[in-house]
């Protein structure tokens, strides 16, 4: 890579970024497609990013007490000048939540704006960072984008929250979606039609395509004729691995060896879920099935899911599920929820099946016909290739270019 000149540099977008996901020491796997897109947006723009840490952990009460000293206030991630600052909230995420973050940032974003005179602040998530970048964009006199990647849908039913977001996306002088599905709650919302634009997220190419399987397979000591269900995302009620689980008692039914994969640690909001998973498993008689392999790099996913027969992701609430396109890449079919954006990640059934959210009955259909069916898994490969996350950056920096050209 070519080293960037003093004048290149002046001449490119100024960009803030506000991610409350984004990747740390201590949550490595948190947030990597807002990585991924702020690392290529860097390519073409100057960015910081603001990724605040909270204080107290409220979700686990063995480290509530205990600062987050692993985890540096300033560091360089790659191109990014990424920032931690520590905040404190009160627990059960009310609206103050909000207030907290922004009189928590708001010296922080003077003090960056001395050195770096940032000309957009860009926030991944409708809440509550889209709410504080708005604050922010006020404070600042500066237009604001935000993204929305899904949990947006859930926090507008709360009474208090939706009118925030509402204010928030109202203001923004562009709104980023990562599936129509979102688009539309955007608008309906309030949003200006002519300022939402859909940009679903993608995937690195040159990391995620199929490997050796036989490798792939040797390496999870999967036997010949034996069927491998492969899952990846935190160990949350919501990622639905407990329906895949259930799943796995009737495929096993009916005669088919199998065994579920799944790949992920417990999340924020998730804390004694993997208890829950093993005490099933143990329930149905398939503790020796059920696979929990914790944390796995992202150079090893591909591994998993290269060895899979099948890749599945029941869940109950997404945005635009990038292990679905990664999954595919690697050549697995998918079974997936009719969630967010996965009804247009996986168009026709070449590609994998879509079920209705929370349907037991209909999931363990489907992972069984996947599993009888002869796929093309070439063709799934190259339909999962065919988005990468540069073309998403370049979408991305247009559109907040974009929102240059309007004053707060």
């Known amino acids: 890579m070519t080293q960037t000149s003093a004048s290149d540099k002046q001449s490119r977008l100024r960009i803030l970024s506000l991610a409350l996901v984004y990747p740390n020491a201590t949550e490595p796997g948190l947030g990597l497609f807002v990585r991924a897109r ?3 947006m860097a390519e073409c723009a100057e960015l910081n990013v603001i990724a605040p840490v909270p204080l107290l952990d409220y979700l686990h009460p063995s480290q509530k007490l205990r600062p987050r000293s692993a985890v540096p206030i300033r560091r360089q991630d790659g191109r990014l000048e990424v920032y931690h600052p520590r905040w404190l909230y009160p627990p059960l995420g009310t609206p103050l939540n909000v207030f907290c973050l922004f ?3 708001l010296p922080l974003v003077a003090r960056i704006r001395k050195q770096f005179h940032f000309q957009v602040i860009d926030s991944h998530f409708g809440y509550p960072e889209g709410v504080v970048a708005a604050l922010l964009a006020a404070a600042f006199h500066c237009p604001f ?27 923004a002088a562009r709104v980023i979606t990562v599936s129509e599905e979102l688009r539309k709650f955007a608008i309906g919302l309030g949003a200006d039609p002519a300022k939402v634009k859909t940009i679903p997220n993608g995937i690195d190419p040159d990391l995620f395509a199929p490997r050796d399987r036989s490798a792939c397979r040797r390496k999870y000591h999967i036997p010949d004729g ?11 009620e919501r990622k639905g691995h407990h329906l895949v689980v259930r799943a796995l008692r009737e495929i096993v039914n009916q ?5 579920v994969w799944i790949a992920g640690t417990t999340g924020r909001d998730g804390p004694g879920y993997e208890t829950v998973i093993r005490n099933l498993a143990a329930e149905l008689g ?5 696979h929990l392999l914790g944390f796995l790099q992202r150079t090893e996913l591909p591994d998993l899911l290269s060895a899979a027969d099948v890749f599945c992701l029941p869940s109950t ?3 635009w599920p990038n292990v679905v396109h990664e999954a595919s890449a690697c050549g697995a079919p998918v079974v997936a929820t009719a969630v967010g954006g996965v009804p247009e990640m996986l168009p026709t059934q070449q590609y994998g099946l879509v079920v209705r959210v929370g349907d037991q009955t209909a999931l363990d259909a489907a992972l ?14 190259a339909w999962g290739r065919s988005r990468s996350w540069k073309a998403v950056a370049e979408e991305a920096l247009q559109t907040i270019t974009e929102s240059c050209s309007r004053k707060i």
Do not use: H
């Open 226 to 236: 034996s069927a491998a269900i492969a899952c990846v995302g935190e160990l949350v």
């Open 286 to 290: 398939l503790t020796d099935r059920v």
């Open 38 to 40: 702020l690392q290529q």
């Open 368 to 381: 069984l016909l996947a599993l009888r069916k002869t796929w093309d898994r070439d063709a799934i490969s």
């Open 317 to 319: 609430l997404e945005g």
């Open 103 to 105: 009189a928590r940032l």
């Open 145 to 171: 984008t935000v993204t929305l990647r899904g949990n947006e849908i859930k926090f507008a039913q709360y009474r208090f929250r939706r009118p925030l977001i509402r204010w928030a996306l109202r203001r």
């Open 255 to 259: 005669g088919i060896d199998a065994d």
